[in-house]
């Protein structure tokens, strides 16, 4: 089985295109695209947001807000199956 794959890019991001991130997401089977709007390359890396996403993932927990996902980020399914 492949592993769970959580590829996080932003919209916005000047040094590598969103359209990147979101073929990685879609070509590995098991992946999920979590995408932010407005963090760019580098402050991604320190959203509150984000690294609660990631640590879930890691663990394998769900950590819901009122939308159900992180305020700064919305989750796109990759091609995997949704989890």
């Excluded at 890019?9 to 932010?36: C, I, M, N």
């Excluded at 947001?49 to 950590?63: F, L, Q």
């Amino acid at each position: 089985a492949m592993p769970a794959t959580l590829v996080v890019h932003d919209r916005r991001d000047k040094e590598t295109s969103f359209a990147v991130g979101e073929r990685l997401a879609h070509a590995w089977p098991t992946a999920d695209l979590l995408a932010t709007d407005g963090l760019g390359h580098q402050r991604i890396l320190a959203d509150g947001e984000v690294v609660a996403a990631v640590a879930d993932h890691v663990t394998g927990t769900a950590r819901a807000t009122s939308t159900g996902q992180p305020a700064s980020a919305s989750r796109t399914p990759g091609s995997g199956s949704p989890r």
